[in-house]
């Protein structure tokens, strides 16, 4: 069974910023991508952010480019998104999720609620 277990979420007011964070553990593969998804309420969950095993490669949905970001730490476990200039828009329950290879998996977190006053 693999775990996931988001932190970092709160309520801050637009302009603002927060630091998202995601602990991975258990009988995961060797390695591993992890992503960001969020979901706002009445929508679907979309995503965010994801990145590589190694670190050295990120990708990000259209509407948060440039405003976050997705790093891993050294021990590969825990990975972080950083999110600056933050938007009312951005508004949501923020998942992680492990990725195999090219697969998305069924492994999500319980989710950490972001809330961005304007």
């Keep these: 069974q693999v775990q996931l277990v988001e932190s970092g979420g709160g309520l801050v007011q637009a302009g ?3 630091r998202l ?6 009988r995961t593969l060797t390695t591993y991508d992890v992503g960001w998804f969020r979901q706002a309420p009445g929508k679907d969950r979309e995503f965010v952010a994801t990145i590589n095993w190694s670190g ?4 990000y949905a259209d509407s948060v480019k440039g405003r976050f970001t ?6 590969k476990n825990t990975v972080h998104l950083q999110m600056n200039t933050l938007k009312p828009e ?4 923020y998942y992680c999720r ?3 290879g ?4 069924n492994y999500w977190g319980q989710g950490t609620q972001v809330t961005v006053s304007s």
Excluded at 102 to 105: D, G, I, N
């Design 70 to 75: 997705i790093s891993r730490d050294s021990a």
């Design 21 to 26: 964070s995601c602990v991975v553990s258990g």
């Design 102 to 105: 090219s697969t998305w998996t």
């Design 56 to 59: 050295g490669s990120t990708s």
């Design 16 to 18: 603002g910023s927060l």
């Design 90 to 93: 951005d508004t949501a329950v």
């Design 98 to 100: 492990v990725k195999y």
